[in-house]
């Protein structure tokens, strides 16, 4: 992932979840300190784990947030999880699931090149007469156009798509 990038992971339960980070703090964009740089969206830390930073929801007024959620103050109270101290979990009902923002299909926003929506093409050269000495050259094509393959979404704002080489 790109430095600064946001991530967060959501496992409905229908499978177990491992998940390992490696974080690389030693580089040119940590102009901070030599140490990651970690906070709660919601929830808090369990009673007596060592932290440095809080649930980011604490910080913003519980009636505001109230009204941008669309919650009860009670519910908001917990998102804030003033003196909770279950550790660091966001629960989401099951009959509910998890809904998502995301930009409309790409069916209803045809373009001109959908039949190069992804496409590869792998050339090898052999040297010396041996597998093992091969180098390969991969070429790939990804269809910007494509609406819902979109790395960012925002119904105001409008869509990015990353490309990296």
Do not use: C, E, K
């Given at each position: 992932m790109p430095a600064g990038?946001?991530?967060?992971?959501?496992?409905?339960?229908?499978?177990?979840?491992?998940?390992i980070y490696v974080f690389d703090t030693n580089n040119n964009i940590n102009q901070l300190e030599p140490s990651m740089r970690k906070f709660l969206l919601a929830g808090g830390f369990s009673k007596g784990q060592v932290h440095f930073a809080e649930n980011i929801l604490k910080g913003i007024d519980a009636r505001f947030l109230s009204e941008a959620l669309g919650v009860s103050m009670n519910v908001t109270k917990k998102l804030q999880s003033r003196h909770d101290q279950r550790g660091e979990i966001v629960r989401v009902e099951l009959e509910h699931g998890l809904h998502l923002?995301?930009?409309?299909?790409?069916?209803?926003?045809?373009?001109?090149?959908?039949?190069l929506q992804y496409q590869h093409r792998q050339t090898c050269q052999r040297f010396d007469g041996h597998d093992s000495h091969n180098i390969c050259t991969m070429e790939v094509r990804h269809s910007v156009e494509r609406l819902d393959k979109a790395d960012v979404y925002s119904p105001g704002a409008g869509r990015i798509t990353r490309l990296t080489s």
């Open positions: 990038a946001q991530h967060w992971l959501y496992n409905d339960g229908d499978a177990p979840l491992v998940a923002l995301n930009p409309p299909s790409s069916s209803s926003f045809p373009t001109q090149d959908q039949h």
